[in-house]
């Protein structure tokens, strides 16, 4: 439909699913009945955003002198409320586009994802449609009177109750821009009252960049300056919070925030939040990631990704600056010179936030590292991004504090050697760390070893070779310097005889064959049986993890099997006959428990039957079996 075509004023029937959303959207998700004029008013102002942006560019536009504003209107007799903006409008066949979003294709996976109580419903509840289609939670029915700010335009009136159908007829209205009339029903006149209107304004749209005139007096409501341009000591804690809940329709308060007025290297103002969740909540507008960029106070892009760094792209907020140029499209603006400055001073102000913030308020950063904390170790994996100022950032959960979060700093407080390294442990959980072998030596030494248990983390530490001077140095290693005492230190009358050594570190190598690249003994197992190291010229154990979640090919040599000769098992085996049949089932399984404490894929089946075979030796040497 476009404006040459006549419009007739028979209903146009919704798809079948429409009213089903409307059901949803009106007794399941808007809880507030409140929050449709929200939803209005943030229309409106997306209108006039819209408007500004093409008045840059654009002479040709209809009533060129009208200001940019947005009037409320109410009448208690007739129990109306209308809300009218002189933004970019809309014909007739855009009335039908904006407002029958809800019968688009994206309208069923919303329905489904409602329905399943899915929580990311966001992708279409903040579009004009969705929002829009709130009112009818307290209007009958409402009109929409829209003319285009096209010169050649022609006027527009859609009318819905509701219902299955709306309909398109041919409008009146003579100046630029929209207004929408709702009906209200006889339980919500409150909504006729300006108290109300005054109070839900301040409450939900205090800070929308335009003014919003309410009454026939035509009294200015919110306070329209930006907040962001203010100076920060003039800002209440509270207005912080009330303009984040108005910028993301978040009902939890964001973790922290950052107000920044800067005059050199470029002019900026900008207002930064680190949101309480990774995730959106189910009304959230954050349909994406990146900050709203205005030039001048006019919004040139709403999602900018270019003003911050990949690993700091769940900030959101708003960035201001008088230096960027208007005359530049939205694709260009991003490879000015003042974007790199405004990305370089942005990321420095937020990670020394992020600084302030671990210092001052440690529960708080606490949470912050819980939610955001492996977006930081992404800044780590990414080669060229300077690392300097996101290490002091890092915590951890190590061998000494598996409950506690340590900075690298309070790590090397521990060390008693300037030249100690920093041990560090690769494992897919924690409590598969805090079990591994490879730790056992750093106990019986008092050493602390950081636990890294995140799918970030091998890509991590591939780019962290050391910090202030001291290497960071994976515990598996196989030629680490660690002297730790061993089970046979402690009983000596329970050592292998070298004979008897010798002879099983061979019964290992022939049992497993080449699925180990050799057996040797160990000293510096205490408490397990053997452990699974890699040979010192194999790749990697980072390496090889990056390889696997990539899905890549990687030759590795096979692991040595180092055996703790004076643990009770290894000296058991050690006592068998070489011809006792269950010495190779008892290597097997003592091969595959290494495996998996080592996270390595093994066969379950394979390792059921062996265990069956296990249970059943033993059963009959205790006299439960035949």
């Known amino acids: 439909m476009n404006d040459s075509t006549s419009i007739s004023s028979n209903p146009i029937a919704f798809k079948a699913e429409t009213r089903q959303l409307l059901e949803i959207l009106i007794h399941s998700l808007y809880t507030e009945r409140e929050v449709f004029l929200r939803e209005l008013i943030s229309n409106a102002s997306d209108a006039l955003t819209r408007l500004n942006f093409e008045m840059l560019t654009e002479r040709e536009i209809a009533n060129l002198d009208l200001e940019l504003g947005i009037w409320i209107t109410a009448d208690p007799e007739q129990k109306t409320l209308t809300i009218r903006d002189t933004g970019i409008g809309m014909n007739a066949e855009e009335l039908s586009e904006n407002l029958g979003t809800i019968a688009h294709s994206g309208a069923r996976a919303f329905l489904e994802a409602a329905r399943s109580g899915a929580a990311r419903v966001d992708d279409i509840i903040g579009q004009f449609g969705v929002g829009f289609y709130s009112a009818f939670m307290v209007a009958d029915w409402i009109q929409v009177a829209s003319r285009s700010y096209r010169l050649d335009a022609a006027p527009a009136v859609w009318f819905s109750t509701g219902s299955d159908t709306y309909t398109l007829s041919t409008g009146g209205k003579q100046e630029r821009g929209t207004e929408i009339t709702l009906r209200l029903k006889d339980e919500y006149v409150e909504f006729c009252q300006e108290s109300r209107l005054r109070q839900i304004i301040k409450r939900h749209s205090d800070f929308v960049p335009f003014p919003i005139y309410l009454g026939e007096a035509k009294e200015q409501a919110n306070q329209q300056t930006a907040l962001w341009r203010r100076q920060p000591r003039e800002v209440e804690s509270e207005q912080y919070q009330d303009y984040y809940r108005q910028l993301t329709m978040e009902f939890d308060p964001p973790l922290t925030w950052l107000h920044l007025s800067v005059d050199a290297p470029v002019q900026m103002y900008a207002l930064l939040y680190a949101p309480s969740s990774s995730e959106p909540g189910i009304l959230s507008?954050?349909?994406?990631?990146?900050?709203?960029?205005?030039?001048?106070?006019?919004?040139?892009?709403?999602?900018?990704?270019?003003?911050?760094?990949?690993?700091?792209?769940?900030?959101?907020?708003?960035?201001?600056?008088?230096?960027?140029?208007?005359?530049?499209?939205?694709?260009?603006?991003?490879?000015?010179?003042?974007?790199?400055?405004?990305?370089?001073?942005?990321?420095?102000?937020?990670?020394?936030?992020?600084?302030?913030?671990?210092?001052?308020?440690?529960?708080?950063?606490?949470?912050?590292?819980?939610?955001?904390?492996?977006?930081?170790?992404?800044?780590?994996?990414?080669?060229?991004?300077?690392?300097?100022?996101?290490?002091?950032?890092?915590?951890?959960?190590?061998?000494?504090?598996?409950?506690?979060?340590?900075?690298?700093?309070?790590?090397?407080?521990?060390?008693?050697?300037?030249?100690?390294?920093?041990?560090?442990?690769?494992?897919?959980?924690?409590?598969?760390?805090?079990?591994?072998?490879?730790?056992?030596?750093?106990?019986?030494?008092?050493?602390?070893?950081?636990?890294?248990?995140?799918?970030?983390?091998?890509?991590?530490?591939?780019?962290?070779?050391?910090?202030?001077?001291?290497?960071?140095?994976?515990?598996?290693?196989?030629?680490?310097?660690?002297?730790?005492?061993?089970?046979?230190?402690?009983?000596?009358?329970?050592?292998?005889?070298?004979?008897?050594?010798?002879?099983?570190?061979?019964?290992?190598?022939?049992?497993?064959?080449?699925?180990?690249?050799?057996?040797?003994?160990?000293?510096?197992?205490?408490?397990?049986?053997?452990?699974?190291?890699?040979?010192?010229?194999?790749?990697?154990?980072?390496?090889?993890?990056?390889?696997?979640?990539?899905?890549k090919d990687l030759h590795t040599p096979n692991p040595i099997l180092e055996v703790n000769a004076g643990h009770p098992i290894i000296q058991a085996l050690a006592a068998l006959p070489a011809e006792d049949p269950n010495l190779p089932v008892l290597i097997e399984q003592i091969f595959t428990n290494a495996q998996i404490l080592e996270g390595m894929p093994v066969d379950p089946s394979q390792m059921v039957d062996r265990i069956q075979k296990i249970i059943l030796q033993s059963l009959k040497q205790t006299g439960g079996g035949e």
């Open 285 to 551: 507008t954050r349909k994406n990631s990146g900050l709203r960029l205005y030039a001048r106070k006019i919004l040139i892009q709403e999602y900018c990704k270019e003003l911050l760094p990949e690993y700091l792209r769940f900030m959101v907020g708003v960035v201001d600056s008088e230096d960027l140029p208007l005359n530049v499209s939205r694709e260009s603006v991003q490879s000015t010179r003042t974007m790199a400055q405004l990305k370089k001073l942005l990321t420095s102000k937020v990670l020394d936030h992020l600084a302030g913030l671990a210092k001052d308020n440690i529960d708080n950063y606490t949470k912050f590292w819980i939610e955001f904390g492996q977006f930081l170790k992404e800044g780590i994996a990414i080669p060229d991004e300077n690392h300097d100022p996101i290490l002091p950032l890092l915590r951890f959960h190590s061998m000494k504090h598996p409950q506690e979060w340590i900075s690298l700093d309070q790590y090397l407080e521990t060390l008693a050697d300037e030249k100690e390294p920093i041990y560090y442990l690769l494992a897919d959980h924690e409590t598969a760390a805090l079990r591994s072998p490879h730790l056992e030596a750093f106990r019986e030494r008092g050493l602390d070893v950081l636990l890294l248990t995140d799918p970030i983390d091998p890509f991590a530490v591939l780019n962290l070779p050391e910090y202030k001077s001291h290497k960071l140095v994976n515990a598996a290693d196989a030629d680490l310097p660690v002297e730790g005492k061993s089970s046979q230190a402690e009983h000596p009358e329970e050592q292998t005889t070298p004979e008897n050594t010798s002879v099983l570190v061979e019964r290992f190598k022939s049992v497993l064959g080449d699925r180990i690249s050799a057996a040797r003994l160990s000293n510096r197992l205490v408490e397990s049986p053997v452990r699974l190291v890699r040979p010192k010229d194999g790749p990697s154990e980072e390496l090889q993890r990056v390889y696997r979640m990539l899905q």
